[in-house]
C-alpha cells in the first residue's frame, strides 16, 4: 500500500506559478511512472502530465506543454508539478496518481492504482 499527499495549491493570480508535490508514504514510488491529473466540479478527471520511473520520459496535456514541467526526486520519494503561467482555466483540484508501471504514459484514469487527496489550485483574474 502506498499513500500520496499533495502539497502546493492555492490561489494565484493569472500569469503566476505554483509548484505541486506529491509526496509518498508506505511505499518507494522510484519503480513506477507517476501522474498527474486534474479536476474540476461536474467533469471528468482530465490528466495533466506524466513521467516514467526514472524521469527520462514526460508527456503533457497539449493544453500546458511549455507551461508545467513534471519531475520527480526519487530519493526523496516525491513528485513535482511546477506550473507556470497559469491561466483561469488551469482552475481545478489536481491529483496525483501512480501507475503500476515504470514506462507508462498512460492518459488514462483507470490505468493509475494509488491516488491523493488532490490539492486545490485556483487562478484568479
Known amino acids: 500500500q502506498v499513500q500520496l499527499v499533495e502539497s502546493g495549491g492555492g490561489l494565484v493570480q493569472a500569469g503566476g506559478s505554483l509548484r505541486l508535490s506529491c509526496a509518498a508514504s508506505?511505499?518507494?514510488?522510484?519503480?513506477?511512472?507517476m501522474g498527474w491529473f486534474r479536476q474540476v466540479p461536474g467533469k471528468e478527471r482530465e490528466f495533466v502530465a506524466a513521467i516514467d520511473w526514472n524521469g527520462g520520459s514526460t508527456t503533457y496535456l497539449n493544453s500546458v506543454k511549455g507551461r508545467f514541467t513534471i519531475s520527480r526526486d526519487n530519493a526523496k520519494n516525491t513528485v513535482y508539478l511546477q506550473m507556470n503561467s497559469l491561466k483561469l482555466e488551469d482552475t481545478a483540484v489536481y491529483y496525483c496518481?501512480?501507475?503500476?508501471?515504470?514506462?507508462?504514459?498512460?492518459?488514462?484514469?483507470?490505468?493509475?492504482?494509488?491516488w491523493g487527496q488532490g490539492t486545490q489550485v485556483t487562478v484568479s483574474s
Open positions: 496518481a501512480r501507475s503500476p508501471y515504470s514506462r507508462s504514459s498512460s492518459t488514462n484514469v483507470s490505468q493509475y492504482d494509488f
Open positions: 508506505g511505499r518507494t514510488l522510484s519503480a513506477y511512472a
